[in-house]
């Protein structure tokens, strides 16, 4: 490739915060020719499908990198479940598999550079208790930590939910007995988020 498709893309690092779809690279006056060879040669990662990380910026990917990859291949993904409780600190280790939820009717294909594990959530369920973190290379939405806690129960995962409620710092009583009490014993916000979660997903310890 001749010598100024290299400064072209040199001039495009200040303007991209790493992360660059095949759409704005169009804009920029590539063509899909040079994208290819671009990132054969490893100035670019192809990260999913249209997009890109411009690894010739020099720049290190940020720690949740996956979650913001995992939104620019799917915008309507959800964190979800031990990732969503990672990514807030609620869980020390990093999880193998990164959890995406979507909604039931949403079959977009979700082909990442790392694995991912993909729930489908009713239209009732999907959307509650999302949040979205906006960074400097990018977006997501993710539930927060009380909706994931009781979708791990909710999906027979009470291992994991239980290890997550200890990590977290809910004090010293167990999973299960929270989940018996009433609203009204519930002094923290937190707990009271647990509470009504539970309720809302029928969720149940035996």
């Known amino acids: 490739m001749r010598t100024s498709t290299y400064c072209k893309l040199e001039s495009l690092y ?4 790493g992360y660059i779809g095949t759409r704005e690279f169009l804009a920029e006056g590539f063509t ?7 990132a054969e040669e490893g100035y670019l990662e192809k990260i999913c499908h249209g997009y890109y990380w411009m690894i010739g910026r020099g720049d290190s990917k940020p ?3 996956k979650c913001i990859e995992a939104s620019l291949s799917n915008p309507r993904a959800v964190i979800c479940l031990e990732s969503a409780c990672f990514y807030q600190g609620a869980l020390k280790q990093e999880p193998k598999v990164l959890a995406v939820a979507t909604e039931r009717t949403d079959r977009s294909a979700m082909k990442m550079n790392f694995p ?8 009732n369920y999907y959307p509650v208790a999302q949040k979205k973190v906006n960074t400097a290379f990018g977006s997501y939405r993710i539930y927060d930590v009380e909706r994931s806690i009781c979708d791990l129960v909710r999906l027979g995962r009470k291992e994991e939910a239980e290890i997550i409620f200890s990590e977290a710092g809910y004090g010293t009583q167990p ?10 014993a519930a002094e923290q916000e937190r707990y009271r988020r647990l509470l009504k979660y539970a309720e809302l997903f029928r969720v149940r310890i035996v």
């Open 14 to 17: 200040p303007k991209y915060a």
């Open 32 to 38: 899909n020719r040079q994208i290819a060879a671009l």
């Open 63 to 65: 720690s949740d990198y």
């Open 116 to 123: 991912i594990e993909r729930h489908y959530f009713s239209r």
């Open 175 to 184: 999973l299960e007995r929270i989940l018996s009490m009433g609203n009204e």
